[in-house]
């Protein structure tokens, strides 16, 4: 059952490698016979929801540098191979159109790291959080009305931001609103700008990094208050997915996990960006809570990233994870995963971004915690073992569909 | 809750490398202090059903060939590794006397392979599987009455059979019962024997090995007459285990596994059995067919098995995984897994010695789906999804007990 | 220094993978900027010896079904991600003139799995070897004679043949020449009928296959008589090439190889041939005895080799190696090594060409033993150690170069 | 040819897992059944050089800690299943005879983390360096006096130290005696101290550590002054060995490495030391500059350390190559090295024992660059290439032996 709807999918950070694998898997979909592999709404469980097709969505979003996506998606092709074929060729008209929906962002409280990859005349000028969230909101609602869209969701995929510290202002919204107009960098970190400002639109709000985002109370009740559904955070396209995947097993079958190590080698501007120490430590942190919570004790855990630019957007992920079984024995498993990052992400940015829109047209609000499976930190919910959370996932999925 | 109920276990096969695990593992857990890693029915779901204790065993089988627990465990603490410091000096009493519980076997109807590991001072002579199986029934039954036990389980840890066609007689009792005074391979095979008697002696049954054992109507419809709750075949501990808990992940995931290629090697008496082709394919088999059950397509697979004896007890597994994501990116992920054989598979035994008493108790008969998980090939179920087989598992260990 | 010479390399299996990257090679690297990366001939040994640039070659060779280079290359670049970028566009016309060049080839004596690739508008009608060898031997000299060239070198890069057997008459050229008439599939394996014709048509011969070629007495005589040089064979490329280069530091160190397991998994048309456990055979066999020659004992060994079509002409072996150390104490080494099969032989074969044609001119004759680092089974020689080799090689880069 | 000869072999860092597991191998190879596998010296080389038998040797040393050889074999045996069978009860006489030479050492000048590691009975108390040299002196005299020992070697087993500055008075022995009174931790580190204090006794020095030792110009003049030949530093016992045996195979093919990312993983007190980022620090340079030596350019290299407890003393390495081969394709090999470090380093210490005091019989004097091969970073040699560095070690067992 197709309807008849327009929606818009804004991504914050759109030259980035996902956003711009997104706007080419989506402007590839339109097509019929374009294979849905990757995609979690096509494995068979969704027919009966009511999601938007490929072909409803119109692609925009906020950049901090030139860029477009036709020439982003051709240096990914030549530096990593993806997008074979003839699919740049055949699409690059309707990704040019979707270039134009494409506006300056904003670099207001960001770090040292990702403001030294912004340009001048593609960031707005804005001297207090308030500014920029009225700024964007601004751009977010003009692109709905220009293009006739009936829903617009907002996901991040910009680069990872350093931890932020949880000030007691995050903790009520009147307290927050009452600092937007201050110049201080401890007042809210870009992404939450964001964040606030894709809830003001009303549009839902995906997080698909480790940054802070939605994740605070002040702005959770901002969504409540304003009826938005959010999701988050941080998407878990391959090492984390594993771990979720494989330490229940070892619950299961009541193996001790003595230590879990992990090495992630990878390039890209994710790698280049997760180089600086301190855009890396909210990733780790990110990656690193799901075991103890899935095996109840915490064996030793180790997390490394580590920058390695000949792999251009490729990820090797090297896990080894020693256990005791029977009679005190000492056993070992290894993998290597070798994934390419945002060919992962991007069906997982185009399942949120449609599972959010219908969560919205549900009325739904607040943290989808149905969503968890798709997350390293998911909000909303403790659950971290995959198969429990895709339990829930096939629940909702059997349920009755929002009208269109 | 304990009780103070006293059980047997009777194990085919019983100077193998995982029966005397089993009973070295038994011996060392009749101290309280003693680690339960490893034992499934010890990971805290089964607290409401009533399983017998570790020190409620007595450990009795049968072998073809002259043996002991001692010097069998001394050999693979030598090769392997294994029971590391004191453990077989401290237990060396009770598995010396559970020694002389072991009866000889029988070769009827066995292949060479099997055959040539067997002595004559240590085998039955009997012609007919009728007698056969007469003769192996009055072992059991003269076990249970010596020792006062309550129930002894029948558990196959016996070496690998060839595949054994499907004849036409194995499809009912009763034109199974009138060929077994027939002198004749083509009747049944050594492990189905066992099992047969196993049934007469009124016994709760467990086949541990890919071999044909209880599993034809013949013998299923023997049990259904007797009361007797069947499980199998060929326990789940390590690279087919890995396939069930991977492949639903790339289901979930909708990504398209193009091959899996897995190769083992191993050492050890298991290993030497699995050199030979005719045993090895029983195995291969089992192995190979849980893919396509979880994915709902059948990629290319690739199973094989290698004799390494220097190895010993010990397995690696290699796996590789050719996998396509979204807009045709091909990517990998490969697996080793480093693991002691026995060591994996006894804990396993006692768990299902355990359940499979528990079950004859609660008057459950034929095969007990429930036990998927444990095994490559379950009976009665098509369910090969660790976790649906986990999420049964774990649904009976929250109903109503047995009673003692 | 440049020399204004024009030479021919005549490719046995024109259509095959390693031949059409050596054309597409050839190609490319007429433009001074291609980078010569993978050719050991541009390590910086070679400059005082007086090699044939690139440029200077003309490709021609045998195929028994229809082909052409250009299609190759572009199934190579889809089904592989060989050829990035603009490289067959560029060299698309010379590749056209270099198809026009390959002619039907034969498959009198050839097995059934190669014959069933064949199509008869592209193989020879010949009766008899001696039919076979004067045909070939015509093919060959009308391309030198067509395009003007100073010298041709065969060398064969066509499927592998079965092992055959070492009959009496391959002991002496006077007893093979008696059976050339003959109508019978045991005088001479097809690889060995163009291995003839290559010398009778005064060529220097490279077996890069583990066929059988020119490697028995009667055809080294004939190249004795006839002056010419000969290498071979099989191209170390990968899994061998590593043995080869591990081994000799397990030697040196005094650590005892217990046991070493390799396992390659490969797609392509060389992983469908090599499905055939005859054509395997002969592979197998090559690669297995560099172990023992280099350690001095012979630790247990197993190669697998298995055809995985989703892999085109990637290949990934698999090595486990476990060794003994001091006071009895066992460690493993693994290894993965992902390579694209024809990019690493595509090199070593126009080394090989460019150092046969080198030989030729300084009247070097029979077996090239300075060559054995780049093949498995080194003829003329018994030294399997890498590093060995290399010396050897690098002794022989030292030397008086031929004249021009 | 065995001499009468009796050596002594000074071990600083007595009751680490190295110095203990070389006592206690010393101690079994007094049997001459016990295998001699792991000994370079022992395969087959060095024949004609008159070294000194296993059983001439006489064991002992400094530590900073109560301890004992039993024990600390003990625990090894226990923690990571070295030392298998009954070799410790067989040598537990010996090897507390040896303990009885072990004398408490000096932490002056060391840094924190090892510091934290002494207790105050077991060191000795000195205000200087010039005092502890003395002190150190007097112990290795004594020992060598008691025991009537032709000649001692010292070697320096003691946990890696933090880099320490290049500082002038390091440059000339005039400069560096006028401030061995100092009260200064910038006259001299630790193992420096040590090392200065085995020369001043006429012992041959060997640094199996990355710490300066005698790595510095004015100690090699002492060295020179006193004729005493020495060796370092760091021990080539895994990843590193690798490095430098692969690497020559991508240099001598022609093959680019792009990307060389390694990852250890370790337990043990080695691995709880180099957990300290400044002892780590040490490590990772010496480990990183082989690369590029061998290579001839820099590819981007990534050397990871960590303490990973479960291991014990056990290391895994981890290692991803990544390079491009012909016409711009890239390809990737990775291996794991899964090694009981002192078991791999232990019979190198003895190897390097054995030949220091073989080439002082022969008054060779100074850094001696034959021992290249056992180093990571060589002394007084940029050789890196293992097999350039095995010739010279093999030319080397070739020559005319010391007189004994």
Known sequence: ???????????????????????????????????????????GWFEKLNLDQPEAFVVGGHDIHQGCFVSTAQKLHQQAGMFSGNLLTENSEILAKWTENVCPGTVLNADAKIESLS???????????????????????????????????????????????THDHLKSLSQLRARLSEKSKEVLPTSSIYAFAAIEAGCPYVNFTPSLGSSCPAIEELARE???????????????????????MFAARNLKVLSWAGFNI???????????????????????????????????????????????????????IHFEGFLGTRMMMQFTWQGCDSILAAPLVIDLARLALHAQRRQEVGPLTYLASFF?????????????????????????????
């Open 226 to 248: 304003k009826g938005i559904p959010l999701s988050g955070q941080d998407g878990k396209t391959g090492e984390t997915l594993l771990k979720t995947v494989l330490a229940p």
């Open 119 to 165: 340009e001048v005349q593609s960031t707005i000028q804005c001297a207090t959080p308030a500014e920029a969230i009225e700024k964007i909101r601004a751009d977010i609602t003009a692109f709905r009305t220009t293009h006739q869209l009936d829903q617009v969701v907002v996901v991040n995929t910009a680069s990872t931001e350093p931890p932020f510290p």
């Open 1 to 43: 059952m197709k309807n008849n709807r327009r929606v818009g999918i804004w991504l914050i950070g759109a030259w980035g490698s996902v956003a711009t694998t997104t706007a080419v898997g989506l402007a590839a979909m339109r097509q019929e016979q374009q294979s849905r592999v990757g995609l979690v709404t096509e494995n």
């Open 266 to 320: 990878l390039g890209g501007g994710d790698g280049f960006v997760l180089n600086d120490p301190a855009n890396k430590a909210t990733k780790i942190t990110s990656k690193d809570q799901v075991l103890s919570d899935i095996l109840g004790y915490r064996p030793q855990s180790l997390v490394g990233i580590e920058y390695v630019e000949s792999l251009s957007d490729w990820k090797t992920a090297w896990d080894h």
């Open 376 to 404: 390293k930190s998911p909000i909303g919910t403790k659950k971290q073992n995959f198969f429990e959370q895709l339990n829930e996932l096939w629940q909702y999925s059997q349920t009755q569909p929002a009208n269109s």
